[in-house]
Nanobody, 122 residues
Framework: QVQLVESGGGLVQVGSSLRLSCAAS????????MGWFREAPGKDREFVAG????????HYENSVKGRFTISRDNSKNMLYLQMDSLTPEDTAVYYC???????????????WGQGTQVTVSS
């Protein structure tokens, strides 16, 4: 049973930074691609960023390119999302997903964390 626990969300002002973390267990973390997704009120969940099993390849949704950085530490079973230059449009619940295509796919087995709220105020 895959367990994913996100943390690091909060209420910040425009232009601020946040670093989200996702702790994974119940899975051979170093064997699978991981991703970050977000769901804003009234909108569908969308892909934000993905990373290959080794960390050598990443992919970003266009609106976050150059502002967000996805990374992982396979020795700690941890996934990260560094978010810089935040805007109100980034306000959403952010979820990590496991075992997917890092270039934009959703989790093959619907494995999600509980989410962490990010609110960017203007």
């Amino acid at each position: 049973q895959v367990q994913l626990v996100e943390s690091g969300g909060g209420l910040v002002q425009v232009g601020s930074s946040l670093r989200l973390s996702c702790a994974a267990s119940g899975v051979t973390f170093s064997n699978i691609a991981m991703g970050w997704f977000r769901e804003a009120p009234g909108k569908d969940r969308e892909f934000v960023a993905g990373i290959s099993w080794s960390g050598g390849s990443t992919h970003y949704e266009n609106s976050v390119k150059g502002r967000f950085t996805i990374s992982r530490d396979n020795s700690k079973n941890m996934l990260y999302l560094q978010m810089d230059s935040l805007t109100p449009e980034d306000t959403a619940v952010y979820y990590c997903g496991a075992d997917l295509r890092y270039d934009g796919g959703f989790p093959f087995h619907n494995d999600w964390g509980q989410g962490t709220q990010v609110t960017v105020s203007s």
